[in-house]
């Protein structure tokens, strides 16, 4: 990776609908040069994904919380199916499996607090495996999005 990769991945990372032209002007290569570029980064995994990130008040899903999950028993098969229940929750946005007080942090979003209320009854209550959650309601998005600081080489 050189300093070209770098700041094609800068870029896209603040706006992935950027077009190789654009992406030319930005980082002085030529547009053909900027697509094979990009479409090599994908290729070799630098880019995970190409998400939108969605205003969830305007789809009516205002209420943030962020939960700290702390199971009865981390046998290998009872994280597992932690996991794949979160991955298969439509309501998660983020789950993590961690070290410290609790085993996995868990961001999800819902209606309201009937809504956040059901799906603990169904993922938590429900679940024997949970020793324990703790919530916080987020009460303010101050930066949202998954951007990581790709240095250039005289940085690194």
Sequence with gaps: ?????????????????????????LVGLS?????????????Q???EADIAVLNPEKLDRGLMLIVEVSLQSERPSDIDRFRRRMREAPEVMQCYYVTGNADFI????????????????????????????RTSVVMNRVKTGFSLPVLQDADT
């Design 1 to 25: 990776m050189d300093t070209f990769d770098r700041q094609i991945l800068n870029a896209i990372q603040t706006n992935n609908r950027l077009t190789a032209e654009a992406l030319s002007q």
């Design 31 to 43: 547009s053909d040069a900027c697509r094979k570029r990009l479409a090599r980064l994908r290729r």
């Design 45 to 47: 995994g630098y880019v």
């Design 106 to 133: 868990v961001i999800l979003t819902a209606r309201d607090m009937a809504d956040f209320e059901a799906f603990t009854r169904a993922h938590f209550f429900d679940e024997e495996n949970i020793a324990r959650f």
